[in-house]
Nanobody, 122 residues
Framework: QVQLVESGGGSVQSGGSLRLSCAAS????????LGWFRQLPGKEREGVAT???????AYADSVKGRFTISQDNAKNTVYLQMTTLKPEDTAMYYC????????????????WGQGTQVTVSS
């Protein structure tokens, strides 16, 4: 079973950039779909981006052109590069994994990290 640990969150002004990292431990990292999700208190967890083991990516419409997901199989790490950040990007960001096809819906994922907070001020 894969375990996930996120890092890289923080506070930034509108228009700024951050890069989130998700380090995976455990076996068969390359067999998983990996995704980034975000959640505000009292709201449902929202899919942000996914990447599968062949490098195919998918993004929520709200982040297309601003966020980029990538992975380094040698380091067992998936990244989320976030640029042109907006106050509405403020949320707790989670890394997640599932075996098989990627989906942007969080209900498909059964392996989660603890989350990292991103705060964007105007």
């Amino acid at each position: 079973q894969v375990q996930l640990v996120e890092s890289g969150g923080g506070s930034v002004q509108s228009g700024g950039s951050l890069r989130l990292s998700c380090a995976a431990s455990g076996h068969a990292f390359g067999a998983y779909c990996l995704g980034w999700f975000r959640q505000l208190p009292g709201k449902e967890r929202e899919g942000v981006a996914t990447i599968d083991n062949t490098g195919n990516t998918a993004y929520a419409d709200s982040v297309k052109g601003r966020f980029t997901i990538s992975q380094d199989n040698a380091k067992n790490t998936v990244y989320l590069q976030m640029t042109t950040l907006k106050p509405e990007d403020t949320a707790m960001y989670y890394c997640a994994a599932r075996s098989g096809t990627c989906y942007l819906a969080s209900s498909w994922y059964n392996i989660w990290g603890q989350g990292t907070q991103v705060t964007v001020s105007s």
